[in-house]
């Protein structure tokens, strides 16, 4: 059996404001600089069963020699619904399942919907990094325990 089950997956959050536009569209020879933060939180339902989130960040901004104005920004939250085996009783394994192995396989879905919300906003198709989850969990875990 596997550890989880996931029951739903839903944008639950979005917001995406493009101050500059139509006016950037004319503009020529354009650099940009792009910034994401991307964070993953977890709430507890029941004894087995959790919301797991995935939210994004996301600021292009117009690289400029007098100041720095913004492209776009887009604000996201991506949550699974999910389930854990009732097996697995050991915290550390259900960390990693929340936080490593959910987020993994849900991260598809949310970085899909990142890039169409990019394209049907008139931007160049914009393909977030994939984000390796395991270590990001345990370099959160190092920076606790120090």
């Known amino acids: 059996m596997a550890p989880f089950k ?14 500059m536009a139509p006016a950037l569209f004319f503009k020529k020879d354009t650099k940009a600089n792009i910034n994401v933060k991307l964070d993953v939180k977890t709430q507890q ?39 854990i085996d009732g097996s697995i009783t050991e915290e550390e394994d259900r960390k990693k399942i ?4 959910v987020p993994t396989t ?11 919300i990019t394209t049907a906003s008139g931007y160049p198709q914009f ?16 920076q606790k325990n120090d």
């Open 6 to 19: 996931i029951f739903v997956q839903y944008l639950s959050n979005l917001s995406f404001t493009s101050p």
């Open 45 to 83: 339902s029941d004894e087995n069963t959790f919301l797991v989130s995935l939210s994004s960040v996301i600021e292009n901004k117009l690289e400029g020699d007098k100041d720095t104005a913004t492209i776009f920004t887009l604000k996201i939250e991506y949550n699974a619904v999910i389930q």
């Open 98 to 101: 929340l936080l490593v192995y």
């Open 106 to 116: 849900i991260f598809p879905a949310f970085r899909q919907q990142i890039s169409d």
């Open 127 to 142: 393909n977030m990094e994939i984000v390796d989850f395991e270590s990001m969990y345990t370099k959160n875990r190092q």
